[in-house]
């Protein structure tokens, strides 16, 4: 891995920006870094927060270079002149996973202090796909409006709700679901979640 200061992009890939903030849930990032890693058509740009690492830390054991080799760019969450701040970067879309609701106030506000948060307020601006994977419990008022008003800004909240209905028997089953539906929001990765059949009378 590289950092974005040091490497060309490749034009024709589909660029793609994954961020780590601060909420539970690291696990859900891991595996979709994993994902995007064996996607050879896709071009990933990471930024993790530094409450970010501090959950992949305690969640996993790992930090931010154990994750060397899963994405094409590991951007640090200060340096909010690398490429994907800016527009004319052309990232196809981004996800935050999981998303703080710290991250989701800023980019709701459009208080762009990091790398993540400005990135973010790029898509917005430029109208492209952003998947704020927010992970908190129970919601406040504040919660639920800054969830409102990202959404009428275009972006797409989706918390990691678990699907029971696919009967999931392992912890692994659901995250694997999840990142599976995440995957499609991004365009990538079609046929990773089984199709509702419909009810089946038994």
């Not at 948060?117 to 790029?122: E, F, G, K, Q």
């Not at 800054?146 to 959404?151: F, G, P, R, W």
Request: proline share 4%.
């Amino acid at each position: 891995m590289l950092s974005g200061r040091n490497r060309q992009s490749v034009p024709t890939a589909t660029r793609l920006i994954v961020a780590m903030t601060g909420a539970s849930g690291a696990v859900l990032g891991l595996r979709l870094l994993e994902a995007l890693s064996e996607v050879s058509e896709v071009e990933t740009h990471l930024v993790v927060s530094d409450a970010g690492e501090l959950n992949l830390q305690h969640e996993l054991g790992m930090t931010r270079q154990n994750l060397t080799g899963l994405a094409a760019v590991l951007h640090d969450v200060n340096d909010i002149g690398a490429q994907i701040a800016s527009g004319s970067f052309g990232a196809a879309g981004m996800i935050v996973v999981p998303c703080s609701m710290k991250t989701l106030a800023s980019v709701s506000h459009g208080f762009a202090d990091n790398l993540i948060t400005r990135a973010a307020d790029v898509m917005l601006k430029e109208r492209r796909k952003l998947i704020l994977m927010v992970r908190e419990a129970p919601l406040s008022l504040i919660h639920l409006r800054n969830m409102v008003s990202v959404t009428e800004a275009g972006a797409i909240v989706f918390p990691p709700v678990p699907a029971f209905y696919q009967r999931p028997e392992t912890l692994n089953e659901m995250v694997a679901h999840t990142v599976g539906h995440a995957l499609e929001l991004l365009g990538v990765g079609r046929g990773c979640v089984p199709r509702w059949a419909g009810l089946r009378k038994e």
